[in-house]
């Protein structure tokens, strides 16, 4: 399980090695022609920022050679802003007053009409925190209603046991979000400090759960701003690096979301600039060949536009984060403010200027 190896991994001390990586270990990570941890440090680290040009390069090649030139589209679909954990950063949170809602089959599948209409195959189901209002039998049902509209469904909720994915997975489910949101264990807990969420250890557990119950995918991330995005995001590369060793058969994504405005949310503690980000994109992708980068509309208009050629496969596009937020676009249960807020066909336009094909399916479950 990845808690006995968070535990081996000392923070302190992987902070000052990111920050003490020099020009020469950068350039040797980008010399080398498969890299490894410690290439990644160098390739997050301060010392890498003047080669930037050089690594978007590689990144832009190495999306290419692997992935074409295709950028996946998919779509969130809010099902309940109803939450039982207190996260200091969250809209969501149990102590945010706000109106609570939870989707009726009737208005699930009226947002599905929504979402249809706009031409998406894949499908985020988005909740709160909340067992015992969105617990296994809602999902199950949800994603029983939605599956006859939808080839690729993917979900991003509470952390669930075993036995709960085995049974979604039965069910038609594809793919699990989860994001650690910082690794750093003390703030951690200052920034859950009620509720299942709390608890550290089961959250970083979770894809080892996932993976032994046999998921096709799984997303990891780490939430920028809570910690020192650097550090924090090492230890989410080595979590990476742990699963695709031990459940090998399983394919990873990783997401890459910046701290926005909500109701209740908190000071940041490390900003990150859209340089950095787009270092960070192109040094997963020179350190992972495989893996699928995401970005959602969380940021704005401009940086989505850039950085479309430079390492990222999956974009969402025309998003709403509250319940109902589709075929009910008046209402204000958002769980954060999207920044690109274009309608799905101009972001199309978009992708296509710049040579890329969108592609809104992929794959079928019967070619697996």
């Known amino acids: 399980m990845f808690k006995e190896e968070v535990n081996k991994i000392d923070w302190d001390q992987t902070k000052a090695s990111i920050y003490g990586k020099t020009a020469a270990d950068v350039e040797r990570a980008l010399r080398n022609p498969k890299r490894d ?10 010392a890498a920022a003047p080669y930037l040009e050089q690594m978007a390069a590689l990144s832009q090649q190495l999306t290419q050679e692997r992935f074409g030139k295709t950028i996946q589209m998919y779509i969130p679909m809010y099902l309940s802003n109803e939450c039982q954990n207190i996260c200091t950063y969250c809209g969501f949170s149990l102590d945010v007053k706000i109106d609570r809602k939870t989707l009726t089959d009737e208005e699930i599948l009226a947002e599905v009409k929504i979402i249809k209409s706009m031409g998406y195959d894949h499908i985020l189901i988005v909740t709160g925190e909340a067992n015992k209002t969105v617990g296994v039998d809602y999902f199950l049902n949800a994603i029983e209603l939605i599956k006859p509209y939808f080839s690729h469904i993917a979900m991003e ?17 594809n793919t699990v979000l989860v994001y650690q949101e910082t690794y750093h264990k003390d703030d951690y807990k200052i920034h859950h400090p009620k509720g299942k969420k709390s608890n550290f250890d089961y959250r970083v ?6 993976g032994k119950a046999g998921i096709h995918k799984m997303g990891l991330g780490v939430l920028f701003g809570l910690e020192d995005w650097r550090t924090d995001t090492f230890f989410c590369a080595s979590h990476l690096d742990y699963l695709e060793r031990t459940y ?20 940041l503690k490390s900003v990150m600039t859209d340089r950095e980000l787009v270092q960070l994109i192109c040094a997963y992708r020179i350190f992972n060949q495989e893996v699928e980068l995401s970005m959602s509309t969380r940021e704005s208009e401009t940086f989505r536009n850039n950085i479309i050629k430079l390492g990222v496969t999956s974009i969402s596009a025309d998003s709403k984060t509250d319940p109902g937020g589709y075929a009910n676009p008046e ?3 958002e769980q954060f403010e999207i920044d690109d807020k274009r309608s799905t066909e101009t972001f199309i336009e978009v992708i296509k200027k710049q040579g890329y094909e969108p592609v809104f399916k992929d794959w079928d479950l019967s070619l697996q």
């Open 331 to 333: 209402v204000n249960l």
């Open 37 to 46: 941890l410690e290439d990644f440090k160098a390739l997050i680290s301060p």
């Open 248 to 267: 090998w058969k399983t394919k990873y994504s990783i997401s890459f979301p910046r701290l926005r405005p909500c109701a209740g949310g908190i000071e």
């Open 205 to 210: 557990d979770t894809h080892d759960r996932l």
């Open 157 to 173: 909720v509470q952390p669930l046991d075993q036995e709960d994915y085995e049974k979604l997975i039965a069910a038609g489910l």
